[in-house]
T-cell receptor, first 111, second 113 residues
Framework: EAQVTQNPRYLITVTGKKLTVTCSQNMNHEYMSWYRQDPGLGLRQIYYSMNVEVTDKGDVPEGYKVSRKEKRNFPLILESPSPNQTSLYFC??????????FGPGTRLTVL | GQQLNQSPQSMFIQEGEDVSMNCTSSSIFNTWLWYKQDPGEGPVLLIALYKAGELTSNGRLTAQFGITRKDSFLNISASIPSDVGIYFCAGRRDNTNAGKSTFGDGTTLTVKP
């Protein structure tokens, strides 16, 4: 089954404790992206990747890092999480960047 | 960054009614997309539009790519309870495998049986 998976689905952590949210897709898509969703603000793009070793900033990249060492994986790294990064995070993949398939989401709470 | 203004913010309608929502931008987009998000899940693509003036249907859903390339519309005919959810428009400047994606803030649809 074609899908985008994210782990963990729920995470509660404390300020400053480094964390990684994994994202994996099995559709051989070149394009992958991370978004955060906050009430009333829709989906805001954090980072995207056009292919292996090619990443670029979205609209809200501050406080986040990504890497794309393999085509199928696109982890999101929070080196020093802060409470304002409490949000619902979605990973997405696409063959060409337009029609995106979204993962189920990761709900992150930073205390 | 680029901004998409999506309206209305929310809609409460009776089952069987038609629904219209739209998205406007001050910038030109080359691709317009409409997604639906069910509660507790990720957004799912409904319709993709690649050409100015294009009108595309997917069952009871119809979307149009505005002639100016600065707006798009989504209509849902004869709504049913499972239409409940958040509808997002999204725009992309590039058709190629590059570029940022910009999403609207969403329209929350409630359908009363």
């Amino acid at each position: 089954e074609a899908q985008v998976t994210q782990n963990p689905r729920y995470l509660i952590t404390v300020t400053g404790k480094k964390l990684t949210v994994t994202c994996s897709q099995n559709m051989n898509h070149e394009y992958m992206s991370w978004y955060r969703q906050d009430p009333g603000l829709g989906l805001r793009q954090i980072y995207y990747s056009m292919n292996v070793e090619v990443t670029d900033k979205g609209d809200v990249p501050e406080g986040y890092k990504v890497s794309r060492k393999e085509k199928r994986n696109f982890p999101l790294i929070l080196e020093s999480p802060s409470p304002n990064q409490t949000s619902l995070y979605f990973c997405a993949s696409s063959l060409r960047g337009s029609e995106q398939f979204f993962g189920p989401g990761t709900r992150l709470t930073v205390l | 960054g680029q901004q998409l203004n999506q309206s209305p913010q929310s809609m409460f309608i009776q089952e069987g009614e038609d629904v219209s929502m739209n998205c406007t931008s001050s910038s030109i987009f080359n691709t317009w997309l409409w997604y639906k998000q069910d509660p507790g899940e990720g957004p799912v693509l409904l319709i993709a539009l690649y050409k100015a003036g294009e009108l595309t249907s997917n069952g009871r859903l119809t979307a149009q790519f505005g002639i100016t390339r600065k707006d798009s519309f989504l209509n849902i005919s004869a709504s049913i309870p499972s239409d409940v959810g958040i509808y997002f428009c999204a725009g992309r400047r590039d058709n190629t495998n590059a570029g940022k994606s910009t999403f609207g803030d969403g329209t929350t649809l409630t359908v009363k049986p």
